[in-house]
């Protein structure tokens, strides 16, 4: 999980590999001897790491089935405990994770406050959250300590807030319960001025909801950042916007309701569902040939024709082309670039596809030498083209099937994104698939789809989830992961 070195210490990371191990195992049982084995330590050992682990499901739901019994040479993981929402709970529970929390909700916090209800040491502090300052120094924003807050320019602040506490989402148990009331009538207000579209997230908009409202509370606003002019074509705004902003001066308003407008509007997709809504953005960039557009045009009809293995299609797919002029013009919007921060999901692919990724780095070098050609541009573009990637290292195709009880729109959207790739074959769930893609982690004593075959559980509304079912497609096809 790409973002388990920045919340998790080695032990952490250790617990939530155990889990993971005992997670996929048949009937989420495994053998304590025989896995003590497996990783090379200690029955003793082992059975210690796998008691913290106890003890945290307990503090997680009281009431959940004991995942060891004195005397029980086995552990068993209680099927309402996912491994994502043990992953969420330690994510919470870090101390990079209560610096992020805190900070957001307590502008008057001061480092000793946090050390004090935490119990660390002023040593300890600086050396856990050393990745985190890592990743947020790359961003451009860094960590004061009096008041704790994350300081830089406030676009790149909340995005931060949005991409990293995103990953503790836990719908049962909300992060922002005290503010949510109104971030719901927000929400409202923006469904009736017709700036949620039809592709948008809702619960990633009500998320984004949440964070402006708290920076706003703590007198951090976005006016005058970014330039709203290179967003085009664009909603026009009412005369009325969101009470939210109603102390606000009319410009301040106006920016923010824009900014959280570009929250779900920039977001790309591998979603073929979203033809019909890229189309309009398309049909007017290529109808003024803006710069974009032809960017987008040379890009298309290049890989088509130099890039070996990429579909055909890739010059017709308006959902990409849609997602490719957004990347673009995202990053015209956001002085220093949008740090959508395509990396880390990026990263473990190119192994797959070098070529690729080389392809594209030849191409901005050539073709947009003076333009913001930032890493995140080429992260985005890499990403979205994996969909059209045809070739197969591997004669025996990988066997996948879609969970039926799937919502139909998403059945669909997941076929056609997985018709093209040569190494998938779709199939159903009665004819032994080697992996199933479902939407929904299954209820308490419920049966799997498919008995002792592996479930990827997609979360369609994030992009990442989309990205790492790729990658667990491609190294899967491989044979490079364990079945």
Sequence with gaps: MVFDELFLDREERDRINIYSTLWEAPGHRLDIAATAITRGESYRQLRRRMEKIAADLVTMQS???????????NMIAPPSISLDRYRIFLYRRSLPGQLLIQTLK??????????DETGFSRAAFFRRISALRLYLRKAGVTISLNPLALMGPEARVRQVYRQLLWQFVDFAHPLFSEILPQSRQLMRELDKAGLIQSDFSRAQLLFAANVHLHRLLANHSIVGTLDFDELAPRPTLTAALPSAFDNLPRKAAEDETWHLFLTQWRVPRFHSEQQFDAATLVGYHAARNTPAWQLVEKIRNEFSRTVVGIAPTVTTDLALAGNLLKILISERIFPGGAYIDLTRTASPMRAFYPRLEAALEAFFAREAPLENASKEIIDGFYQLLWPFMTDSAIADKLKVALDPLMPQPLYETVRLNLTQPAYIRLVTTEQQPDLVI??????????????????FYLASDRFE????????????????IAH
């Excluded at 989309?466 to 990658?471: A, E, G």
């Design 438 to 455: 479902s939407a929904q982690n299954l209820a308490p004593g419920e049966e799997p789809i498919v008995p002792d075959t592996p479930v």
């Design 63 to 73: 009431d959940a089935a004991p995942l060891l019994r004195r005397g029980d040479g």
């Design 465 to 480: 989830s989309w990205s790492q079912l790729y990658q667990e497609l491609f190294a899967r096809s491989r044979k490079l």
């Design 106 to 115: 307590r502008p008057q916090l001061t480092l000793q406050m946090l050390l």
